[in-house]
Structure formats: structure tokens, C-alpha cells
């Protein structure tokens, strides 16, 4: 089919094991999956060089690697723990939703699994904080008529007022990259030990 919601690539069938599959057979996954692991790396590391040249920090490509790490420990790290590329994930919208509930119903009750509830509890804290920062700068920058653009100052002000604390400017970028790089470490984690 060429529907992008349909459009499906699936890894070979458990039967093979860890070897190569025909092509039509999971082959085409295998090679997809090999390629995709080689680019991403490959980008990460282009990141770094970057980072190099330009003097900076390596934050860009660390957190493109717990995504990077994520990815491989599905569709790499998983599949040869449990002896079969089977195990991967498939490659398209709707069979790769399916797998994600085959999967959960596959180990009983995967909201279960500590690593899953502190996964999904960092992803909500990523969304959660970053939509209050989020809403806050917009609040700031869209002043109404007659008013000047608000400076950091009343920002900081706002949420030592509401809340008592306010992690500054940097801070809160700061939080939101260690949240949601957590978020994607235990969603790893998890994956690999349920099964």
C-alpha cells in the first residue's frame, strides 16, 4: 500500500533468529535499521566536531545520544537479548503503535514496571515544565497595548511569588534538558528489562 498510515516494514520473523532474513522477509528491516543506527551516530558525531570547532559545550549531541541509545536498545540491544531481530519494532505509524500495545499486554501490565513509571513520570514533567516556561515567555513578550516587553527580572519575580523558587533563565532550560533526557534514558531501561 502506499497509505503513509499503513505503510508498513516489518523485522523478519522469530524463526530466524539472529541470522539474515530475505529481503522481503525482514531483510529490508535488518537493512534499514542497520543503515539508521550508522547515520545517527554518524550525526552525533558530526555534532561533536561542531561542538569542537565552534568551542562550545557537547550538550547537543549527549542528548541526541540517550535518543540515539533509546533507539538501539529497541530495535538492537532488545532483539539479541531475547535471540531474535523478531523483536524489534516495526517501521511504520500504525504497526509501530501496535506493537507498543502487543508488547504491553505481551509482559502483563508494563505500567507496572518501575523504570515505565519513572519514564512516563519525566515525560509529563518535560511537558509540564516546559509549557509553564513556555507560557511564561510568551506572557512576557506579548505585553498588552501600551505596556513595554517584560525583562527576565519579571519572570524570575512571577515564580518566586507563586511557587517561592525560580531556577532563572538557564536553569529552567537546564531542567527541561535533564528531564527529558531522563524521560528517554528509563523509557531504555525499561524496554530492556521487561523482556
Known amino acids: 500500500t502506499w497509505n503513509p498510515w499503513l505503510i508498513s516494514i516489518a523485522p523478519p520473523d522469530i524463526s530466524y533468529g539472529l541470522g539474515l532474513a530475505p529481503l522481503n522477509e525482514g531483510g529490508f528491516w535488518q537493512i534499514i535499521t ?3 543506527v ?3 551516530v554518524s550525526w552525533a558525531l558530526r555534532e561533536v566536531e561542531i561542538c569542537r570547532k565552534l568551542g562550545i559545550g557537547y550538550h547537543v549531541p549527549f542528548a541526541f545520544s540517550v535518543a540515539i541509545f533509546a533507539y538501539v536498545s529497541l530495535v538492537v540491544v532488545r532483539p539479541m537479548l531475547l ?3 523478531g523483536f524489534g519494532f516495526p517501521y511504520g505509524i500504525f504497526s509501530h503503535l501496535d506493537w507498543v500495545t502487543n508488547t504491553g499486554y505481551q509482559y502483563l501490565h508494563l505500567h507496572y514496571n518501575p523504570a515505565h513509571m519513572i519514564a512516563v513520570s519525566f515525560f509529563f514533567t518535560t511537558t509540564l515544565a516546559l509549557a509553564l516556561h513556555g507560557s511564561l515567555i510568551l506572557s512576557a513578550v506579548n505585553p498588552g497595548k501600551g505596556e ?7 519572570e524570575d519575580t512571577f515564580f518566586r511569588d507563586i511557587i517561592g523558587y525560580s531556577v532563572g533563565t538557564l536553569g ?9 533526557l531522563s524521560a528517554g534514558f528509563w523509557s531504555a531501561v525499561c524496554i530492556v528489562i521487561s523482556g
Do not use: N
Open 34 to 36: 542497520m543503515c539508521a
Open 38 to 40: 550508522g547515520a545517527f
Open 83 to 85: 535471540g531474535a531481530w
Open 148 to 154: 513595554e516587553v517584560k525583562t527576565p527580572e519579571y
Open 172 to 180: 529552567i532550560h537546564r531542567v527541561g534538558l535533564f528531564v527529558a
